[in-house]
């Protein structure tokens, strides 16, 4: 920070010339306020390529940190869409489980009546079986007697 030095220097040295009576005009010494000068070029180089150096890192940290910010944002939306995608999934197999045990069910009373329908015939079956031979017997018995 000797460029402020030098300024501060350069300053005082006008203040503390020597004015020129009814005018707003200062005598300096020439010379060493051109070395003065001299001294700020030298210095400024230095100066402005650290000012542009600290100019490019922030704008490369700031270019960076929205390139972050971005990767964030894009996962995030990434995340959603997939616990959407999940969500739809689950919600899609729950559907499915839910047709399926109606559909079982369904299967279940369908075979459960037809089960009953045919043991019903198979009974029915039985008792017109059952009551020729009681018929028989009767008429068998009738016969004896």
Request: proline fraction near 1%.
């Amino acid at each position: 920070m000797e460029l402020f030095t030098l300024l501060e220097t350069l300053e005082e040295t006008l203040e503390n010339s020597k004015t020129v009576p009814f005018s707003g005009k200062c005598i300096v010494d020439k010379e060493e306020i051109l070395d003065i000068i001299k001294e700020i070029r030298l210095k400024l180089p230095d100066e402005l390529k650290q000012a542009k150096w600290v100019k490019e890192e922030r704008q490369r940290i700031l270019v960076e940190a929205q390139k972050e910010a971005d990767d964030i944002v894009k996962e995030a939306e990434n995340r959603i869409i997939s616990m959407i995608d999940e969500h739809e999934i689950t919600r899609k197999a729950y559907e499915q489980k839910a047709q399926i045990i109606e559909t079982a069910n369904e299967m279940s009373r369908e075979i459960s009546k037809g089960t009953k329908d045919y043991a019903d015939n198979l009974l029915e079956k039985i008792e017109v079986v059952l009551e020729d031979a009681l018929k028989t017997v009767q008429n068998n018995r009738k016969e004896l007697k």
